[in-house]
């Protein structure tokens, strides 16, 4: 399954934030507003929306007619003029036939026009979006409901979770209320309105798919997983809850076509608020940062090391002077629970540190040697790295496979390594599991090694598995190995 994001890509990679065409930048006017306006505004008390709670047996289906009416004035219709270098962005899916056809070759410093969605937080027109919709434009134009036009100033933007805050000169706008993602659960109504392909304010309808997914884009965001169709120019739009509360921003979708397929994700809008906070009040963003790599436990690594689930985030490695270092995280450790939050996946800690900031205390409970250890990391700045990155999953040669040797001098000098031994060559359950010569085992089962007598009592006490800390090149990650 390929991932989209809401922004321009090739062909089936259309994203679901703007249609990027190749076009000459359009000025729009910016009209005043209507003397009907204020009637329109006239706020209704959320409680007026049916609460779809389950009563004597049926369901009471939520009002999404009045939400529409009552909040699709405060979604807006964003377009895009700028300037791109290099290979244009196609995320319409018939622009590629179209450029083909006409020989078109590539251009620099290429002319594009870009659509997606946004709404309105603040009377005074603060709107949030994508950050991926506004970026590289020259000129941000939003289009309200009453047909109003205004020239949008881009006050700030993150890609690292994909937010952008906008502001346009007016006054007395509709808004959305904001809601929360605390006790959204899986299988409730949810709404979206946007401007899939340029049609603007439409709505579509489904149900939570999931809280709290990660996704391989080295994002930090919980993501919200819906069923709600959304497609490219439905970026930025707001995800409402049954009540008529904004609990997302649509962003992503998978899809092996380009276009939506049962699968979209919608950033939680705890995080989205956190960022505009920031970028209203500075002007910028700064991201926490814990300093680990972590890995997935799996059944093999869990019975490695001796863990009742396969639950937690594996420290694979930890960065030197960071804020793991400094409150004592080791590699082998495997993180239980963070602030009372239950870490089950490894994505679990990467969301739950993008949601922190700098100089926010962490208090972890921590899986060490088959004891319970209490651990509190101040965290740090992050800089362009992930905050808390996952890495990809990954003796006794006669029941794993391997034939072990210790480093030589040389070697251990080359390295900086004070610890290990050397895989000669492999083969068995060893060589199943990934271990290729020329790794360095650093540990087993989280304790070091220096001999390659240490490697086999350590695996002649493992009943099940082991997790052999491996080291090749630069990286270090956690195999686990069946054993017997």
């Known amino acids: 399954m390929q991932k989209i994001s809401l922004k321009a890509a090739p062909l089936v990679l259309a994203l679901l934030g703007a249609g990027i065409i190749g076009g000459a930048a359009v000025e729009a006017v910016h009209h005043a507003a209507p003397p009907a306006t204020a009637a329109v505004l006239a706020p209704v008390a959320p409680a007026t929306v049916p609460s779809p709670a389950v009563a004597g047996g049926s369901v009471v289906m939520p009002d999404f007619p009045f939400i529409t009416q009552r909040y699709g004035p405060a979604v807006v219709n964003i377009s895009v003029t700028g300037r791109r270098s290099g290979m244009p962005d196609m995320s319409d899916p018939m622009e590629f036939f179209r450029r083909f056809q006409r020989g078109d070759r590539p251009q620099r410093n290429t002319p594009v026009h870009g659509m997606g969605s946004g709404f309105i937080v603040g009377a005074d027109g603060v709107i949030l979006t994508n950050a991926h919709v506004v970026r590289d434009a020259t000129e941000v134009m939003v289009k309200l409901t009453d047909r109003r036009e205004f020239r949008a100033k881009v006050l700030g933007s993150d890609a690292k979770t994909d937010v952008?805050?906008?502001?346009?000169?007016?006054?007395?706008?509709?808004?959305?209320?904001?809601?929360?993602?605390?006790?959204?659960?899986?299988?409730?109504?949810?709404?979206?309105?946007?401007?899939?392909?340029?049609?603007?304010?439409?709505?579509?309808?489904?149900?939570?798919?999931?809280?709290?997914?990660?996704?391989?884009?080295?994002?930090?965001?919980?993501?919200?997983?819906?069923?709600?169709?959304?497609?490219?120019?439905n970026s930025g739009g707001p995800l409402f809850n049954a009540r008529g509360e904004v609990i997302g921003i649509n962003s992503q979708i998978y899809s092996q076509s380009g276009g939506y397929q049962g699968v979209s994700f919608a950033i939680p809008i705890e995080v989205a608020n956190r960022i505009k906070d920031q970028i209203v009040r500075t002007g910028r963003?700064?991201?926490?940062?814990?300093?680990?790599?972590?890995?997935?436990?799996?059944?093999?690594?869990?019975?490695?090391?001796?863990?009742?689930?396969?639950?937690?985030?594996?420290?694979?490695?930890?960065?030197?002077?960071?804020?793991?270092?400094?409150?004592?995280?080791?590699?082998?450790?495997?993180?239980?629970?963070?602030?009372?939050?239950?870490?089950?996946?490894?994505?679990?800690?990467?969301?739950?540190?993008?949601?922190?900031?700098?100089?926010?205390?962490?208090?972890?409970?921590?899986w060490r040697q088959g004891k319970k250890v209490q651990l509190t990391a101040e965290l740090g700045r992050a800089d362009a790295t992930a905050t808390a990155a996952a890495v990809p999953r990954g003796g006794d040669e006669g029941r794993l496979g391997l034939a072990l040797r210790p480093l030589d001098p040389q070697e251990r000098m080359q390295s900086g390594l004070g610890a290990g031994v050397v895989v000669q060559d492999v083969g068995g359950p060893a060589e199943a599991a990934g271990v290729e010569a020329g790794d360095v085992v650093l540990a087993v089962n989280g304790t070091p090694v220096t001999s390659v007598e240490e490697v086999k009592a350590a695996v002649e006490k493992s009943k099940k598995s082991v997790a052999l800390l491996i080291q090749r090149g630069d990286e270090k990650i956690f195999v686990p190995i069946r054993v017997g």
């Open 164 to 233: 952008a805050v906008l502001k346009i000169e007016a006054s007395n706008l509709p808004t959305v209320t904001l809601g929360s993602t605390d006790s959204l659960r899986a299988g409730e109504w949810v709404l979206a309105i946007g401007a899939p392909f340029g049609f603007e304010n439409t709505v579509t309808a489904g149900v939570v798919s999931a809280k709290g997914r990660s996704l391989p884009d080295d994002s930090s965001v919980p993501f919200i997983q819906t069923d709600v169709a959304v497609n490219p120019g």
């Open 285 to 366: 963003v700064e991201h926490a940062r814990l300093g680990v790599s972590v890995q997935e436990v799996n059944q093999s690594l869990a019975d490695s090391f001796g863990l009742d689930r396969p639950e937690g985030a594996l420290v694979a490695s930890v960065e030197k002077g960071s804020a793991a270092d400094r409150a004592g995280l080791k590699p082998g450790d495997v993180i239980r629970s963070a602030n009372g939050r239950v870490i089950v996946s490894s994505g679990d800690l990467p969301a739950l540190v993008g949601l922190a900031a700098p100089g926010e205390r962490i208090a972890m409970e921590v």
